[in-house]
């Protein structure tokens, strides 16, 4: 070996040192695939560590050795599969570009759904401030009794009308922080550096296991808590048919002081950018045409209405909103 070639090669304790991280990192990959084989974890929830850290174990799984590690899918389904994502044989779940990581998701979302799993019977409603969720939910509760809405528990004051139990339950800070010392919640936050909301982890998760669907409405702190609770929730993003739209509906509500409508709308800008985040987006054209719509998204695929034709909304001052998608 010359002089030139032996200078390059590693010290072989550095060969030694990158051959052990090697089995190490093949045997973390290994026991991952074999939590999803064995149910022990959620295909779903490996796709969300993947995409937060693109480097760690999970993002460094071939997307072949995921979907071959989820059951009843073999190398031939595999293969049909990854043609129909468009996605390449070579790429790695953290490798994946945004809509590829969309597509895989909403894929292993449905193969979850059509095989037992909680799939569809848990969606989240979330969106900006002053969006309509609220009042989109409160369409569902009156005219689809079927569906199941969860009521969160909130520190803030009852607004007019409000109804304790039926909109909220409005709770003091001492019994907030109760709930949240005894897990009696399945997610909460802090929203607008105000109030504290949160949603009783027991009726959701009774409500489930009773085979029903259940409506989860609330911001969007509280959705990506759910996603990490429950990954096979489906989180469905509300968005304003414009931003002056958005601006209208704040400022004519009349519930807030001109200083907490400026804070909330450059709340709203921040909210907007999240949007990518979720598995379906629902302009809020009509309130009756969009509880439509995400009711549509809680039927069993066989059930639901064919999607309609994407739209595209235009950009707004202060906030790009993006297309709109129904699946």
Request: charged residues 30%; contains cysteine.
């Amino acid at each position: 070996m010359s002089d030139r070639s032996a200078a390059s090669a590693p010290p072989e304790v550095d060969r030694v040192a990158a051959s052990r991280a090697a089995v190490a990192a093949r045997r973390a990959r290994a026991a991952v695939k074999h939590e999803v084989a064995t149910g022990l974890r959620s295909p779903l929830d490996v796709l969300r560590v993947a995409y937060d850290e693109p480097e760690g174990v999970e993002g460094r799984l071939r997307v072949t050795e995921f979907l071959t590690s989820i059951p009843a899918i073999g190398q031939t389904k595999c293969s049909r599969i990854m043609a129909d994502l468009q996605i390449a044989a070579s790429k790695r779940l953290g490798g994946l570009g945004r809509l590829q990581r969309r597509r895989l998701r909403e894929f292993t979302a449905e193969w979850i759904a059509d095989h037992g799993g909680v799939g569809d019977r848990l969606v989240v409603l979330a969106g900006p401030t002053a969006v309509g969720k609220g009042t989109v939910a409160g369409y569902i509760r009156e005219h689809h009794p079927d569906v199941k809405l969860s009521v969160s528990a909130t520190t803030r004051a009852p607004r007019p009308g409000e109804v304790d139990g039926e909109h909220y339950y409005f709770v003091s800070d001492e019994e907030f922080d109760r709930m949240v010392e005894g897990g009696q919640l399945l997610e909460w936050a802090t929203v607008h550096n105000a109030h504290r909301y949160g949603t009783p982890r027991g009726p959701v998760e009774e409500a489930i296991a009773a085979g029903n669907g259940v409506l989860l409405e609330i911001d969007i702190q509280g959705a990506r808590s759910v996603r990490r609770a429950m990954p096979e929730a489906t989180l469905v993003f509300l968005l304003p048919p414009t931003w002056e739209e958005l601006v209208r509906r704040l400022v004519g509500r009349g519930t807030e002081s001109p200083a907490e409508q400026q804070r909330r709308l450059e709340t709203a800008k921040v909210e907007l950018a999240a949007v990518d985040e979720f598995d379906h987006q629902v302009v809020n054209h009509e309130v009756r045409d969009a509880a439509q719509k995400v009711v549509d998204l809680m039927r069993p695929r066989r059930g639901r209405r064919q999607p309609a034709p994407r739209h595209d909304l235009p950009r707004t001052e202060g906030a790009p909103v993006p297309k709109e998608s129904h699946g």
